[in-house]
């Protein structure tokens, strides 16, 4: 073969490698910005929140992936080991969120709904809380210092509040982390992002932690 036509094949060969590794790059996509869905509300008490920014690792942030599990459009799954929450979309796709999870003695696994959903809410220590983490105030009044953040949504399970929330912080640090009470937590970019998808009712899915729950995604 002539050099000219070597030369052809070997850069063929280079660009058929680069465009496998562009492939694999390329299966999640950052999820486009959810700006719009900011009240003013969330713009004034988002401009200077009295916590330190955090730098989200990029395999935390937002993004939209290929789902291969049969959840229908619409449901959160909670993949408790791989600290990500997912929404599912139609046509095998989810938003993937990097969350906070629950400590593994705290952490609570099993199917429930959206039983209602609020913003800025206040937040109403638990007894449990109060005796472990206390003392705190009787209700601690909505805001970017209130530990639940910019939106809650409430799970319940056969038609009662489980006192497990998903929900914003004032943590953004502990993302991908397991060190929460029980609930799951999500930026509060991120959560408003969420709330602006989800309907009452909607159906959630907590895998349970330490088994394998992230393989069974890819099942």
């Not at 073969?1 to 590794?21: C, E, F, I, N, T």
């Not at 009787?138 to 953040?149: E, K, M, Y």
Request: charged share 20%.
């Amino acid at each position: 073969m002539p050099r000219s036509g070597v030369q052809w094949v070997r850069l063929g060969a280079l660009l058929g490698m680069l465009g496998l590794m562009l492939g694999g790059c390329m299966q999640a996509t950052l999820s486009p910005s959810s700006n719009a869905n900011l009240t003013s509300r969330d713009r004034q008490l988002l401009a200077h929140p009295p916590y330190a920014q955090a730098t989200i690792p990029e395999s935390y942030r937002r993004h939209i992936v290929d789902y291969t599990r049969r959840e229908t459009p619409g449901t959160i799954l909670v993949d408790t080991d791989a600290r990500y929450l997912y929404y599912v979309l139609p046509n095998g796709k989810a938003i993937r969120y990097g969350v906070t999870v629950g400590e593994e003695a705290l952490a609570w696994s099993g199917v429930a709904s959206v039983g209602r959903m609020a913003e800025w809410p206040d937040w109403i220590p638990t007894r449990e809380i109060q005796e472990r983490l206390g003392p705190y105030p009787a209700r601690v009044r909505g805001g970017a210092a209130n530990p639940l953040g910019a939106r809650a949504l409430y799970l319940y399970e056969g038609g009662k509040d489980t006192l497990y929330r998903i929900h914003g912080t004032n943590q953004p640090e502990y993302i991908g982390q397991a060190i929460s009470s029980g609930c799951i937590r999500m930026t509060n970019e991120d959560v408003i992002d969420l709330y602006g998808r989800v309907r009452t009712g909607a159906p959630v899915v907590v895998l349970p932690p330490s088994q394998g729950a992230l393989s069974r995604l890819r099942s």
